[in-house]
C-alpha cells in the first residue's frame, strides 16, 4: 500500500493562493488514480479533485473549478494541488488520496480510495 503525506496547508486571506504538495513512498503513484478530498468542522469529507495515471485528464468539484488544478509528477511520485482565489468557504482540512481504479471524469467517493493522508489544514479568513 502506498503511503501519503500532504504539506503546504497554512493560513491565508481571501483571494490569496496555497500549493498543497502530497508526497507518496512505498510505491510508485504512477498506477494509481489521486484524488484531493477535503473535510470542514462538522461536514463530511467531500470530493475536490481527481487526475488520471498519466495527468492528461483531471476533474473537478463545481465549486473549485476555474480555481484549483491538480497535477502530479509521476517521476517525484507526488501530486499537487493549486489553490487560487482561496475563499472562507474553502476552509478544511485537505486529504490526499490513491486508488487502483481506473480513472472517470466523474465526482469520486471516499470508498474509491484505499490509501489516505493524514491531512493539512487550510484556513481562508475573510
Known amino acids: 500500500q502506498v503511503q501519503l503525506v500532504e504539506s503546504g496547508g497554512g493560513l491565508v486571506q481571501a483571494g490569496g493562493s496555497l500549493r498543497l504538495s502530497c508526497a507518496a513512498s512505498?510505491?510508485?503513484?504512477?498506477?494509481?488514480?489521486m484524488a484531493w478530498f477535503r473535510q470542514a468542522p462538522g461536514k463530511e469529507r467531500e470530493f475536490v479533485a481527481t487526475?488520471?495515471?498519466?495527468?492528461?485528464?483531471?476533474y473537478y468539484t463545481d465549486s473549485v473549478k476555474g480555481r484549483f488544478t491538480i497535477s502530479r509528477d509521476n517521476t517525484k511520485n507526488t501530486v499537487y494541488l493549486q489553490m487560487n482565489s482561496l475563499k472562507p468557504e474553502d476552509t478544511a482540512i485537505y486529504y490526499c488520496?490513491?486508488?487502483?481504479?481506473?480513472?472517470?471524469?466523474?465526482?469520486?467517493?471516499?470508498?474509491?480510495?484505499?490509501?489516505w493522508g493524514q491531512g493539512t489544514q487550510v484556513t481562508v479568513s475573510s
Open positions: 512505498g510505491r510508485a503513484i504512477s498506477s494509481y488514480t
Open positions: 488520496a490513491a486508488g487502483t481504479y481506473p480513472y472517470r471524469a466523474a465526482v469520486a467517493s471516499p470508498t474509491d480510495f484505499g490509501s
Open positions: 487526475i488520471s495515471w498519466s495527468g492528461g485528464r483531471a
